[in-house]
């Protein structure tokens, strides 16, 4: 059975930074993309960032660009989101994903989620 724990949310005042991890287990870690979504009040999910299976090849919506970075530790099944110059706008519940597929390089909504962890970023 395939689990994803989030970590690491929180209140940070903007400008902040804050880094959110997710363990997984259950999957053959090395071998899938895992990714971010958050989901903020009143709005739809939307796509963070992505890092394929072989690490290379990082995706990021337009608005964390150069902001947030993604990144894995295969030895420890872990993923991180390291997240500079908050906005208020990041407030969100940020979800984990995990790829249903071996040698994937993008995540998508169908795929093994966690149960999120809240982000809020005071004015």
């Known amino acids: 059975q395939v689990h994803l724990v989030e970590s690491g949310g929180g209140l940070v005042s903007a400008g902040g930074s804050l880094s959110v991890s997710c363990a997984a287990s259950?999957?053959?870690?090395?071998?899938?993309?895992m990714g971010w979504f958050r989901q903020a009040p009143g709005k739809e999910r939307e796509f963070v960032a992505a890092?394929?299976?072989?690490?290379?090849?990082?995706s990021y919506t337009d608005s964390v660009k150069g902001r947030f970075t993604i990144s894995r530790d295969n030895a420890k099944s872990t993923v991180y989101l390291q997240m500079n110059s908050l906005k208020p706008e990041d407030t969100a519940v940020y979800y984990c994903?995990?790829?249903?597929?071996?040698?994937?390089?993008?995540?998508?909504?169908?795929?093994?989620w966690g149960q999120g962890t809240q982000v809020t970023v005071s004015s």
């Open positions: 994903v995990a790829s249903r597929s071996q040698y994937s390089r993008y995540v998508v909504p169908s795929d093994y």
């Open positions: 259950g999957l053959t870690f090395s071998r899938i993309a």
């Open positions: 890092i394929p299976w072989s690490g290379d090849g990082l």
